[in-house]
């Protein structure tokens, strides 16, 4: 029989994460304070993020960052996660190319962003924080933040936008399962909310509003709570390598190695965490790996947005950040993938998309949802919407390789399963689903009024 799954023993899980930082060949550009417009310092980053995760976030030089063994005993639950070759898929789509997906849909919260959470959790804890805030839309990060504050006897308090709150009730009683206090943004707790409600009492509440109040939560409690966030930052997208270096050791068993890496794209955690490691041995000249970030075509930030100095959030709140951006006040689609819906690209993708070390590519929606059901009838896995733009663009990869007649190997990342978005499936089963489309004109109007670089 053909091996199928591969896993690495307990004690070959990674002990230390790859800071690419060390070996970009261009820096990303520093950071900026909006005001002064100088470069942020560990801080002014450590009132808003714990201390030592404002320390990675600005670590130019050390290439390797040991994991704690508490953080490691933690990845042990649920570590290392299957490299599974996609037989099935393979045969669906009669294609000649080798196809693997690293299937972090296995942690306990559904989703690979458990493996930042949990780090995040242990640092604050460590530095005397007894508690953690952030932000939620559709509910993944919070679910994820909510079970690694429990494992540390940590308190979470996170703000999820209204309407999801209201709409998409599980994994608001996820996190309440693990304990945390979820509160519907816009609320009477924070300056903040109230601020906004009292303009206006019916406000659905929006990720701007709901980053403002966790932010302000922080802020107001410096000595007891700090803010977290799930993607984007540099800080994260490291405790996320641990997953592409898994997958290296993986490829040694399998006696392959990858020509594609593929990766759905948000604000970048999980791409950069598959990517990163096999793109060190591009800087070193040793390979010359492909790597593909798939965004959603409604929000095409990588492919179309400009790269400038802009804003992480819609308020204003983070420091300027170098990023291809579609501007902090876009508006993305209503789309069912609400992970990938993000105006910007963390600083340090940026940069390597600009380099020419990865690119993006652009997925419609219904395409993602048509691959996605695929990918379900032949791997068995329903996938989240997310993880399904990845999908897609490896069908489309797998079909060029049939024509080609090419024998490549092609690596993705299924980053969460679908089973708390079944709704989004029922849409696309009744044919409710539509694509979204960006005109160039709409994309420019976003864009200007920032500064030029
Ligand atoms: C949050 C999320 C993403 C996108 O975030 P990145 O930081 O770009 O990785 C993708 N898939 C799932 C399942 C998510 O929860």
Redesign the pocket.
């Given at each position: 029989m053909k091996q199928k799954r591969f896993f690495l023993p307990e004690d070959q899980i990674p002990t230390q994460w790859y800071n690419i930082q060390a070996d970009m060949p261009n820096k990303p550009l520093p950071m900026l304070d909006p005001v002064t417009r100088q470069p942020v310092t560990l801080d002014q980053l450590s009132q808003i993020f714990c201390t030592e995760c404002s320390k990675q976030e600005l670590n130019m030089t050390d290439r390797w960052i040991d994991i704690p063994e508490e953080v490691r005993e933690m990845y042990t639950y649920y570590r290392s996660t299957p490299l599974v070759r996609a037989y099935g898929l393979e045969k669906a789509l009669g294609t000649p190319a080798h196809i693997y997906f690293k299937n972090e849909?296995v942690s306990p919260v559904?989703?690979?962003?458990l493996n930042s959470a949990l780090a995040q959790a242990y640092y604050c804890k460590k530095e005397g924080i007894t508690n953690v805030t952030t932000e939620t839309g559709?509910g993944?990060?919070g679910t994820a933040l909510s079970y690694a504050a429990r494992v540390f006897g940590m308190e979470a308090a996170v703000y999820q936008v209204k309407i999801s709150y209201e709409q998409k009730p599980y994994r608001r009683s996820m996190m309440q399962v693990w304990g945390a206090q979820v509160t519907p943004s816009p609320s009477m707790s924070t300056r903040a909310g109230k601020d906004i409600l009292t303009k206006n009492p019916n406000h659905q509440g929006s990720l701007g509003t709901a980053i403002s109040e966790a932010v302000e939560l922080a802020r107001t409690t410096p000595e007891k709570c700090r803010y977290t966030l799930?993607?984007?930052m540099s800080h994260?997208s490291l405790h996320?390598t641990v997953i592409g270096l898994e997958a290296e050791k993986q490829f040694e068993m399998a006696g392959e190695y990858p020509d594609e890496v593929i990766?759905?794209?948000?604000?970048?955690?999980?791409?950069s965490?598959i990517a990163f490691p096999f793109m060190r041995h591009v800087f070193s000249g040793e390979k010359k790996t492909r790597f593909i970030a798939c965004e959603p075509a409604s929000c095409p930030k990588l492919t179309r947005g400009v790269f400038t100095y802009d804003f992480g959030d819609e308020v204003g709140y983070t420091p300027l950040i170098p990023m291809f951006t579609l501007g902090h006040d876009f508006m993305p689609s209503n789309i069912h993938?609400g992970?990938?819906r993000?105006h910007g690209a963390g600083g340090v993708v940026s940069q390597l998309c600009k380099d020419g070390f990865m690119e993006g590519m652009d997925i419609n929606q219904l395409e993602a949802f048509e691959a996605a059901v695929l990918f379900a009838k032949s791997e068995g896995i329903i996938p989240?919407p997310?993880?399904s733009h990845a999908i897609a663009a490896v069908v489309r990869r797998a079909q060029e390789c049939k024509e080609s007649g090419e024998e490549k190997v092609l690596l993705f990342n299924l980053?969460?399963h679908g089973l708390m978005d079944m709704s989004a499936y029922d849409q696309y089963l009744r044919g409710n689903l539509i694509n979204y489309s960006i005109s160039d004109k709409e994309i420019a109007d976003f864009t200007e009024k920032l500064g030029k670089l």
């Amino acid at each position: 029989m053909k091996q199928k799954r591969f896993f690495l023993p307990e004690d070959q899980i990674p002990t230390q994460w790859y800071n690419i930082q060390a070996d970009m060949p261009n820096k990303p550009l520093p950071m900026l304070d909006p005001v002064t417009r100088q470069p942020v310092t560990l801080d002014q980053l450590s009132q808003i993020f714990c201390t030592e995760c404002s320390k990675q976030e600005l670590n130019m030089t050390d290439r390797w960052i040991d994991i704690p063994e508490e953080v490691r005993e933690m990845y042990t639950y649920y570590r290392s996660t299957p490299l599974v070759r996609a037989y099935g898929l393979e045969k669906a789509l009669g294609t000649p190319a080798h196809i693997y997906f690293k299937n972090e849909s296995v942690s306990p919260v559904g989703s690979h962003k458990l493996n930042s959470a949990l780090a995040q959790a242990y640092y604050c804890k460590k530095e005397g924080i007894t508690n953690v805030t952030t932000e939620t839309g559709a509910g993944q990060w919070g679910t994820a933040l909510s079970y690694a504050a429990r494992v540390f006897g940590m308190e979470a308090a996170v703000y999820q936008v209204k309407i999801s709150y209201e709409q998409k009730p599980y994994r608001r009683s996820m996190m309440q399962v693990w304990g945390a206090q979820v509160t519907p943004s816009p609320s009477m707790s924070t300056r903040a909310g109230k601020d906004i409600l009292t303009k206006n009492p019916n406000h659905q509440g929006s990720l701007g509003t709901a980053i403002s109040e966790a932010v302000e939560l922080a802020r107001t409690t410096p000595e007891k709570c700090r803010y977290t966030l799930g993607s984007t930052m540099s800080h994260v997208s490291l405790h996320q390598t641990v997953i592409g270096l898994e997958a290296e050791k993986q490829f040694e068993m399998a006696g392959e190695y990858p020509d594609e890496v593929i990766a759905c794209f948000g604000g970048g955690s999980n791409f950069s965490g598959i990517a990163f490691p096999f793109m060190r041995h591009v800087f070193s000249g040793e390979k010359k790996t492909r790597f593909i970030a798939c965004e959603p075509a409604s929000c095409p930030k990588l492919t179309r947005g400009v790269f400038t100095y802009d804003f992480g959030d819609e308020v204003g709140y983070t420091p300027l950040i170098p990023m291809f951006t579609l501007g902090h006040d876009f508006m993305p689609s209503n789309i069912h993938a609400g992970g990938l819906r993000y105006h910007g690209a963390g600083g340090v993708v940026s940069q390597l998309c600009k380099d020419g070390f990865m690119e993006g590519m652009d997925i419609n929606q219904l395409e993602a949802f048509e691959a996605a059901v695929l990918f379900a009838k032949s791997e068995g896995i329903i996938p989240a919407p997310e993880s399904s733009h990845a999908i897609a663009a490896v069908v489309r990869r797998a079909q060029e390789c049939k024509e080609s007649g090419e024998e490549k190997v092609l690596l993705f990342n299924l980053t969460g399963h679908g089973l708390m978005d079944m709704s989004a499936y029922d849409q696309y089963l009744r044919g409710n689903l539509i694509n979204y489309s960006i005109s160039d004109k709409e994309i420019a109007d976003f864009t200007e009024k920032l500064g030029k670089l």
